[in-house]
Nanobody, 123 residues
């Protein structure tokens, strides 16, 4: 059974940092793209960042460029999202996802999803 389990969410003040981690199990995801999505109350889910299977190609939403960094460890089957200079509008449930494609980007379809982890940024 494929599982993606997120961790690292929590409450942080504006300007602070959090590091989210996603552990994949049930199959190897070393040859597929991985991504982080988020969904805020009353808003649609959006792709925040994604990374290709090699780990050299990344995509970031404009709203997080320069503040968030996605990385992966293929040996450990994990993908992380380092979030710096957090803003109140970053408050959302963050989901880890895995695609069937080796590539990265907003046009890639993601097939496997984690349960999500709450990130709350207080002002």
């Amino acid at each position: 059974q494929v599982q993606l389990v997120e961790s690292g969410g929590g409450l942080v003040q504006v300007g602070g940092s959090l590091r989210l981690s996603c552990a994949a199990s049930g199959r190897t995801f070393s040859r597929v793209g991985m991504g982080w999505f988020r969904q805020a109350p009353g808003k649609e889910r959006e792709l925040v960042a994604s990374i290709n299977w090699v780990g050299t190609g990344t995509y970031y939403a404009d709203s997080v460029k320069g503040r968030f960094t996605i990385s992966r460890d293929k040996a450990k089957n994990t993908v992380d999202l380092q979030m710096n200079r957090l803003k109140a509008e970053d408050t959302a449930i963050y989901y880890c996802a895995a695609s069937l494609s080796p590539f990265s980007g907003p046009s890639i379809e993601f097939k496997y999803w984690g349960q999500g982890t709450q990130v709350t940024v207080s002002s």
